[in-house]
């Protein structure tokens, strides 16, 4: 039976320690958040790479100091909350009853690589037996292979994954230096995303998938046996994991993800090589060209 990871985000503001501690009390063992560093060199745990979709500052996150500026953000969605630092989920993570939960980091392309991961081993390596209490719960999710290198000098006892649309990209840059893939539903529903599953297992790696929010998929996802689903909603996946635990029969024959349904239209192959086309623009776009890590 798979894990499950993300944030309870449906029920709080995401990338909050509200949310992160909602999906702790709903029962997950896993978080996820991506990051970012401001001016003044504070991580940050924050899905966009500027404030005002979701809080009442506006501009760049890279260009803002935190303390005396990012501190006195707020989110829009209620029950208003702070931004949280990398720190203080370190601290989260690092409570009685949390030491069991990993972090799922998405590392995304327009970060500084060095920068960052120097600013995580810092606070990391802070507490004692870091190496085998906390590093190693530590995941790092990367989007471009610039990030592997930096990733395996500063980072090496964090393990490593691909965030993608892309099997072609999954398999061509990151293959050797990941020990897994986490890889959007749509393109793993597809006959491509089947292969490379198996591919995947027979290697030893291993399968996350996001963002997993309706039931079908939900249950689709588990038949997969991936090693995580990373969804939203938390608490519903975990009520539906105990009935698929107890009658798996009976759950296991409802009707799969239908490939017509909106939230499916990524899984027709046409249309999801011209995502993953896209994807690889937007990437050396932001990051600069793709090269093997063999190079």
Not at 225 to 242: E, N, P, S
Request: hydrophobic content about 40%; proline content about 5%.
């Amino acid at each position: 039976m798979t894990k499950r990871a993300r944030q309870a985000s449906a029920a709080f503001p995401e990338n909050t320690l509200a949310s992160f501690r909602g999906a702790i009390l709903d029962g997950a063992d896993g978080l996820e958040t991506d990051v970012h560093v401001t001016s003044d060199n504070v991580v940050i745990c924050f899905h966009d790479p500027y404030l005002e979709r979701v809080t009442s500052g506006t501009g760049l996150v890279k260009n803002q100091p935190f303390y005396n500026g990012i501190d006195q953000v707020r989110t829009t969605k209620t029950p208003i909350q702070p931004i949280a630092t990398f720190e203080q989920t370190i601290a989260l993570l690092m409570q009685p009853e949390a030491k069991h939960v990993l972090l799922n980091l998405d590392i995304k392309p327009d970060n500084k690589c060095d920068l960052l991961f120097s600013l995580i081993a810092q606070t990391v390596s802070s507490y004692p037996d870091w190496e085998t209490e906390l590093a190693p719960r530590i995941i790092l999710g990367l989007w471009h292979p610039k990030f592997i290198e930096p990733a395996k000098r500063l980072l090496p006892s964090c393990k490593r994954i691909h965030i993608g649309f892309s099997i072609s990209l999954a398999k061509k840059f990151f293959w050797r230096d990941c020990s897994g893939f986490s890889i959007n539903f749509a393109t793993l529903a597809t006959a491509e995303g089947k292969a490379f599953r198996e591919d995947c297992r027979v290697a030893g790696k291993d399968v996350f998938v996001w963002t997993v929010n309706a039931r079908n998929e939900m249950i689709e996802a588990t038949k997969w046996q991936v090693k995580a689903i990373l969804t939203d909603r938390t608490a519903d996946y975990l009520a539906l994991r105990t009935s698929m635990k107890d009658d798996w029969e009976k759950i296991s024959q409802e009707p799969s993800p239908s490939l017509l349904a909106m939230n499916s239209i990524y899984s027709w192959s046409l249309i999801n090589k011209v995502w993953s086309a896209y994807s690889l623009f937007m990437l050396t776009r932001k990051a600069g060209p793709m090269y093997s890590s063999e190079d």
